[in-house]
């Protein structure tokens, strides 16, 4: 399987619709006859499985038999080396385990593959190689790997990650890899340990640690260990390295030594949340530098944002995770997120807050910061902020119950009990003779038939059924999106200008797109040289294309003078990165208007999020006034 169809598969992935070969040849780069021939390699590769679909709209993806035909391909790894990324991964692992090297002959021979694929598989593991320190020998046609052995197990980790569609690592196609059919048994009962000594996991960094071990054992196996290092063993550190041991002894029969338990065990260390009578020592350690650190960003994301973060709480736990994300920065030893993706177009104003809480840790650590720590980071703020938003997105209500013994009453608690978190009752009418002047909340919740008719009205039976239950959260959540989507159309109009606005303009790279834009911006005094070299600078850190085909360059301060977005939407994609994009919109944010601007901001990716809502834009953009009319019907959708 190729990369390049894995690439259409991965697009197909990303939508239950179907997507014409023209929309996957422009986002892959390619022509319709080479989207034609990728979906043909494909279906061929997955028979008998049916993956791909083809209709009159285009071709979409049969989920069930795609993800069955994964399941089949992880049952045999090391019988379907495939795709070039298996096929990476095998040569290292084979590599790795040969002192005398492996000649291109054989490894053509035994993956059943033209002695020209492996030569082009050699070139990509170079890159990944390289990344991770070390160095592919070659005389004549024997290829020998050289680096010291945390250089290669990182190199093998790196493979086995980049094999995954999903980002999530499977342990049953772990175990099956290296041959170690308890690796799950043993996460089962290290999780239960940790949990009895009253630690807490991130689930979503323990599998790449039990990645690790997997590697550990099949090289300690083999007589590879790691090289003599000098280490201090802190006390949770000491606490997980003796678990490690008991449970290695256990499942897989291994001495695994003191240098290998000291290495997982600080891997495990620094992916633990202990809560406040947890861990030996019965409290999480917090270092008082960390908490400090924390506090300055918060500080500075209130001056930037105006968004609050300084809640105690949450201060604690991103001081721990930061003190672990450090301890991993200096061990290059960064956690993986299978999340990342989403969490970045999904909130990309959480995301680029994250960014900035990052970039502060950068400079006064002195670390480098990739986007899957950025995102655990964001994982701390959005549940905070989540918090925050369910008391302020509550639906007001007034309950319509015509007064007989206490059965308003009875109404009422049953909705307070049920619906509580999602509805704030303001008032209660007893009577029988309401009128429209009556009503001045989001929604009524009435038991009798009203003499008038409002879209936010549901009648329920005098005592909830499982249906009343629904009927009241279907007209809560249509109440709900349509006030806050009431808001972001009015506010909308005040971003966009047609000065500012541009179509089918060419960019030779993200810079020059930002430079261009930035040049429009700054014509009306909106923005200085310093915003567009500051949303440069934050470009490099980390790509704003927080949603396929959108690219939303901006700084990371505040410094314009009012909020306003200046816009280039292409009919034909640009090369943004390693992605390509058709509409790229430099947001100017400024001190004022910060909070509405923000929703703003949200409310214009979620608009890109959807890709038919995005190709009409695209398509009916042809003027700014037809920018704006699409824009508006795309978001009351």
Same mark, same amino acid.
């Given at each position: ?5 894995? #690439? ?78 298996? *096929?990476?991964? &095998? ?23 033209? #002695? ?32 010291? @052995? ?81 280490? @201090? ?11 490690? *041991? @008991? ?34 020592? +019965? ?21 930037? =944002? ?69 995102? =655990? %980071? ?10 925050? #938003? ?27 009990? %049920? ?46 059924? @499982? ?14 999106? +349509? ?47 310093? =915003? ?21 360059? &901006? ?70 006034? +037809? ?11």
């Amino acid at each position: 399987m190729s990369d390049k169809y894995l #690439a259409l598969l991965e697009l197909l992935r990303s939508t239950d619709d179907s997507l014409t070969a023209a929309f996957l040849a422009e986002n892959m780069g390619v022509s319709t006859r080479s989207v034609r021939s990728y979906v043909a390699a494909a279906k061929s590769a997955a028979h008998p499985y049916d993956i791909i679909t083809a209709t009159s709209t285009g071709y979409r993806l049969n989920r069930d038999a795609y993800f069955t035909y994964r399941s089949a391909l992880d049952a045999k790894p090391e019988s379907f080396p495939s795709t070039p990324r298996e *096929r990476e991964h &095998h040569i290292v692992h084979r590599l790795a385990s040969s002192s005398l090297g492996l000649s291109i002959e054989d490894l053509s021979s035994s993956l059943h593959v033209s #002695a020209a694929t492996i030569e082009s598989d050699i070139k990509r593991i170079r890159q990944s190689a390289g990344d991770s320190g070390v160095a592919i020998d070659r005389v004549d046609n024997v290829l020998t790997l050289r680096g010291d @052995e945390t250089e290669l197990r990182r190199l093998l980790s790196t493979l086995i990650h980049d094999t995954t569609s999903s980002g999530l690592l499977s342990l049953d196609t772990i175990a099956l890899r290296f041959d170690i059919p308890t690796l799950v048994e043993f996460k089962t009962d290290l999780i239960e340990r940790l949990d009895y000594h009253r630690y807490f996991v991130n689930e979503y960094g323990i599998d790449s640690v039990l990645l690790h071990l997997a590697i550990a054992v099949d090289r300690v196996r083999n007589g590879l260990t790691l090289p003599d290092i000098e280490f @201090e063993f802190d006390e949770d550190t000491t606490f997980v390295a003796g678990i490690v *041991r @008991e449970l290695a002894k256990r499942h897989f029969a291994i001495e695994l030594g003191v240098r290998e338990e000291w290495y997982l065990a600080r891997q495990l260390a620094t992916r633990i949340i202990t809560p406040g009578s947890g861990g030996p020592s +019965g409290s999480a350690s917090v270092d008082s530098e960390d908490v400090a650190l924390t506090t300055r960003a918060v500080e500075l994301v209130y001056d930037e =944002y105006l968004i609050d973060l300084r809640n105690p709480d949450l201060i604690g736990r991103l001081a721990l995770h930061i003190g672990h994300l450090v301890t991993r920065a200096k061990f290059d030893s960064p956690s993986r997120n299978p999340l990342q993706k989403s969490i970045k177009s999904s909130y990309p104003l959480v995301w680029d807050i994250a960014v900035f809480i990052a970039s502060t840790i950068q400079k006064e650590r002195e670390i480098t910061i990739d986007e899957d720590e950025i995102s =655990y %980071i964001a994982l701390h703020i959005g549940s905070h902020l989540e918090r925050q #938003a369910q008391a302020k997105n509550r639906v007001s209500a007034t309950i319509v119950s015509p007064s007989y013994y206490d059965l308003h009453i009875v109404m009422r608690e049953s909705i307070e009990k %049920i619906l509580g978190a999602e509805i704030t009752i303001e008032s209660v009418i007893t009577r029988t003779d309401v009128r429209p002047s009556d009503i001045t909340t989001d929604i009524v919740i009435t038991t009798i038939p009203l003499p008038f008719e409002l879209d936010t009205i549901v009648q329920v039976q005098p005592f909830l059924s @499982e249906s009343d239950i629904d009927a009241v959260r279907r007209v809560t959540s249509r109440a709900r999106r +349509g006030r806050r989507r009431n808001i972001i159309r009015e506010r909308l109009l005040e971003y966009f200008r047609a000065d500012t606005f541009f179509r089918n303009v060419e960019f030779e790279s993200p810079e020059s797109a930002i430079r261009s834009l930035g040049e429009a911006l700054k014509s009306q005094g909106i923005i200085d040289d310093g =915003y567009i070299e500051s949303a440069i600078e934050r470009e490099r850190m980390s790509s704003t294309v927080f949603v396929d085909g959108l690219a939303v360059p &901006h700084a990371m301060s505040m410094t314009a003078q009012r909020p306003t977005i200046a816009l280039a939407v292409n009919e034909v994609a640009t090369v943004w990165g390693d992605q390509r994009v058709n509409v790229v919109a430099f947001i100017a944010f400024a001190a004022s208007g910060r909070e509405e601007f923000q929703e703003v901001f949200e409310q214009f990716v979620d608009v890109f999020s959807d890709r038919t809502r995005m190709a009409d834009v695209v398509k009916n953009s042809t003027t700014f006034e +037809g920018f704006i009319d699409t824009l508006v019907h795309v978001i009351d959708v």
